[in-house]
T-cell receptor, first 110, second 112 residues
Framework: RKEVEQDPGPFNVPEGATVAFNCTYS??????FFWYRQDCRKEPKLLMS???SGNEDGRFTAQLNRASQYISLLIRDSKLSDSATYLC???????????FGTGTRLKVLA | DAGITQSPRHKVTETGTPVTLRCHQT?????MYWYRQDPGHGLRLIHY???????DKGEVSDGYSVSRSKTEDFLLTLESATSSQTSVYFC???????????FGPGTRLLVL
């Protein structure tokens, strides 16, 4: 079993739709979580960190559920420019290592 | 922009030849990482460094070595390239918040 798992998709949604991705992690010692966005043939770029209390940045909302060991990303009012692959990342304190999911591909359709 | 550059950006080489990839950062970050990204596997850690001359192995370190003789440069060497090392290689640094990683633009390596 992979330490961080994501549904690879693709999720095909119309413009303006709300879409949610989940990511599960198996290491209960994981402390820090992130969502990255990766465009085709580009490097991953930080979208947002995920805090225990949940956090929002414009149309994007991230949630952490430690009891069930998953994090989620909600995108409201999808734009064509949101089309990308979204990577879930978990980090364990003290190890300086980061475990990446394989990514969820999102296509926003006109 | 965390001031990370990678060179070369693209390389084609033959099996059995040595290859060195360079990661350069301009902001004095202590932690640097080398990853490879392949379809179906996501990003996998090859090696990382926590200071000058301080390095450690990641999950896919076989066939790779690294060196960090100064803070700004982290070199990844394939001693004898194999076709299985065809991949996209990303360098990353750990940011000042002590948590977030920032990536370089990547190097596309093709081993024939």
């Amino acid at each position: 079993r992979k330490e961080v798992e994501q549904d690879p998709g693709p999720f095909n949604v119309p413009e303006g739709a709300t879409v949610a991705f989940n990511c599960t992690y198996s290491n209960s010692a994981s402390q820090s979580f992130f969502w990255y966005r990766q465009d085709c043939r580009k490097e991953p770029k930080l979208l947002m960190s995920v805090y225990s209390s949940g956090n929002e940045d414009g149309r994007f909302t991230a949630q952490l559920n430690r009891a069930s060991q998953y994090i989620s990303l909600l995108i409201r009012d999808s734009k064509l420019s949101d089309s990308a692959t979204y990577l879930c990342v978990a980090s364990t304190s003290g190890t300086y290592k980061y475990i990446f999911g394989t990514g969820t591909r999102l296509k926003v359709l006109a | 922009d965390a001031g990370i550059t990678q060179s070369p950006r693209h390389k084609v080489t033959e099996t059995g030849t040595p290859v060195t990839l360079r990661c350069h950062q301009t902001e004095n970050h202590r932690y640097m990482y080398w990853y490879r990204q392949d379809p179906g596997h996501g990003l996998r850690l090859i090696h990382y460094s926590y200071g000058v001359k301080d390095t450690d192995k990641g999950e896919v370190s076989d066939g790779y070595s690294v060196s960090r003789s100064k803070t700004e440069d982290f070199l990844l060497t394939l001693e004898s390239a194999t076709s299985s090392q065809t991949s996209v290689y990303f360098c990353a640094i750990r940011g000042l918040d002590g948590e977030t990683q920032y990536f370089g633009p990547g190097t596309r390596l093709l081993v024939l």
